[in-house]
């Protein structure tokens, strides 16, 4: 998603929130369940829950400095239609994968958040701000050619 935002691929925001976790933090709290874990017990390694806009918008910010970024908001129903139409264009024309299809769009419009109360708690799960973990991505990205 970070690639797709710094390149310009994704200019809009639609609906849903995701959970952002540094894959630092997941190592972290995999080692922190085999030390300190309960047998049988599930622990969530998430850290910080976000609208898609206010992701978006803290990936600019980590990128270009500029706090104040307008990001239209396009209706779910809206990204099924356009998504329904760019599959079938790469079905009968293109012959390349769709960039999304109806199916993603619906399941990414939800809000996938999580708590993570659990892992903090009984694992002792200390996160990074999610801040320092996307400045981080996009540093790693541009050291690997990636944007």
């Excluded at 952002?20 to 933090?25: A, F, G, K, W």
């Excluded at 109360?117 to 009984?122: H, L, V």
């Amino acid at each position: 998603m970070i690639i797709d935002i710094i390149s310009g691929l994704n200019r809009t925001a639609f609906s849903g929130g995701i959970n952002i976790v540094d894959v630092r933090d997941v190592a972290k709290g995999h080692i922190l369940a085999a030390e300190k874990g309960k047998t049988g017990e599930r622990y969530i390694l998430g850290n910080k829950n976000v609208a898609i806009s206010e992701f978006m918008k803290m990936v600019y910010k980590a990128h270009t400095g500029n706090e104040k970024i307008f990001i239209p908001k396009v209706p779910t129903s809206l990204l099924k239609g356009g998504t329904y139409a760019l599959s079938l264009w790469a079905d009968r024309i293109s012959k390349k994968p769709p960039l999304s299809t109806p199916v993603e769009v619906s399941y990414a419009s939800n809000y996938l958040y999580v708590d993570n109360t659990k892992a903090k708690k009984e694992l002792g799960l200390k996160f990074q701000p999610v801040e320092e973990s996307i400045k981080d991505a996009i540093e790693w990205f541009k050291a690997n050619k990636m944007i």
